[in-house]
């Protein structure tokens, strides 16, 4: 069925403030933003780190351990206002001296500390990070749950680096200490994974499941936190799509991404798992139910959204997505398409699909999204279009290349009091 962009109104506003403070959400009682407003919160042309001292930094740069037009960064999570990113290190095994920070203020510039320490960052070391592109953050708990990949230089021509295996590990953002680490099993998770982005499902009031999209495999990983076993879920839903579904179209330029599985969203209620893949237009919902039984999965098309899509993220009713063709995040509301169309969540269609926010010149590749308590939407834009093509201006004379903004949306992560709403779970 046809898309359709739906202006949010005022009165739109109104209603779902009221539904906000209604069902005991966080609300900021400085906030004079209207639904749509962003604000930008950081913006680098490249980005820098917290060295130990400055000639660590330049004999980095000497030997090539840094290399700053290497570094674009991807994921975000926000935790107690502080933002931690990722720098994913994509297509080389040198020049990205950390894959896992937090923003820190020093002097007026926003740089990245490596998280938790340089020590977790060093290439070649299975116990530390080697390439983290996402992670969830609980902010029941404030323990952040990372994937690791396992390999550096994933997706160049460098095969020289060591492949580890590929990992959940989880850190305490209150004591900065890790307190778990998951191996996954080669015969679960190969060494030749992508896994690109990760959302949990809490039972009884704990996390026990992860789901994880593989782009490379085209396929979904679920862990159960409690069993350490693992079951894959692959499906031709998950491949890229024929008929131009892979060129994706920014500011007149085309672009190819034959990428499969990508962006991954849980329901609200942990009933569904939202998932598109990078190359195509269509999202698709699929039963926890069935992923974490013996039931076959059975993925139901929900819709075909305004563009393709990188990262997804659920809040308590909305399904948001960035809409890389047209430099803007869009959402679709659940409950107004139950209302409408008269259906029940496992029936209804994507069709009305409202835009959040847009700007051609300053929010090219809406990439990836987070969650604060304030109502807030955050979001990396970071221009991966120019990055992969290597046509990217570090410069700064193309203005920056990478920022994060917050929008403010009257809403909520899927996680938020997760750990009390499903105290009588039956999910899972």
Request: proline residues 5%.
């Amino acid at each position: 069925m046809p898309n359709t962009a739906v202006d949010v109104s005022s009165m739109m506003f109104r209603l779902t403030f009221i539904v906000f403070l209604a069902l005991g959400c966080p609300y900021n009682a400085e906030f004079t933003d209207y639904f749509g407003q962003s604000r930008l919160v950081y913006e680098w042309t490249t980005v820098d780190f917290v060295w130990p001292s400055p000639n660590d930094r330049s004999e980095a740069l000497r030997n090539g351990s840094f290399i700053p037009e290497r570094n674009l960064i991807a994921g975000i999570k926000v935790y107690k206002a502080t933002l931690y990113l990722t720098i994913p290190r994509w297509r080389w095994v040198s020049g990205q001296p950390a894959t896992l920070t937090k923003v820190v203020e020093i002097g007026g510039q926003a740089k990245l500390q490596p998280y938790p320490s340089w020590a977790e960052q060093k290439v070649g070391d299975c116990n530390a990070l080697q390439y983290v592109q996402s992670m969830e953050v609980d902010p029941n708990t404030g323990l952040m749950y990372v994937i690791d990949t396992g390999t550096v230089g994933i997706r160049g021509n460098d095969t020289t680096s060591t492949r580890c295996p590929a990992k959940i590990v989880v850190f305490n953002l209150e004591t900065d200490q890790k307190v778990s680490s998951y191996e996954l099993p080669e015969n679960f998770v190969s060494r030749d994974n992508f896994l690109n982005d990760i959302v949990l499902q809490y039972v009884n009031g704990k996390v026990k499941y992860a789901y994880m999209s593989d782009v490379i495999e085209g396929r979904l990983h679920v862990f159960d936190f409690d069993t350490l076993m693992g079951r894959n879920f692959e499906d031709q839903s998950m491949k890229p799509e024929p008929n131009n579904g892979t060129v994706i179209r920014v500011n007149g330029v085309d672009y190819n991404y034959r990428a499969g599985l990508d962006g991954i969203a849980m329901s609200y209620d942990f009933k569904y798992i939202y998932y598109c893949p990078l190359g195509g237009y269509n999202v698709y919902q699929l039963p926890t139910a069935s992923l974490t039984s013996a039931e076959t999965p059975k993925p139901r098309l929900l819709g075909r959204k305004i563009s393709q899509s990188d990262g997804l993220t659920y809040g308590i009713d909305r399904l948001y997505y960035g809409a890389l063709g047209l430099n803007a995040v869009y959402f679709w509301s659940l409950s107004h398409a139950m209302r409408v169309q008269g259906l029940p969540a496992d029936k209804v269609v994507m069709e009305q699909q409202s835009e959040v926010v847009r700007g051609d010149m300053d929010k090219q590749w809406p990439d990836t999204f987070a969650w604060d308590d304030q109502g807030y939407l955050y979001f990396v834009s970071n221009r991966l279009h120019l990055f992969n093509s290597n046509t990217m201006d570090f410069s700064g004379h193309d203005r920056s290349n990478m920022r994060v903004w917050k929008v403010w949306v009257n809403d909520t992560s899927y996680l938020y009091q997760a750990n009390l709403r499903t105290q009588q779970s039956i999910v899972g």
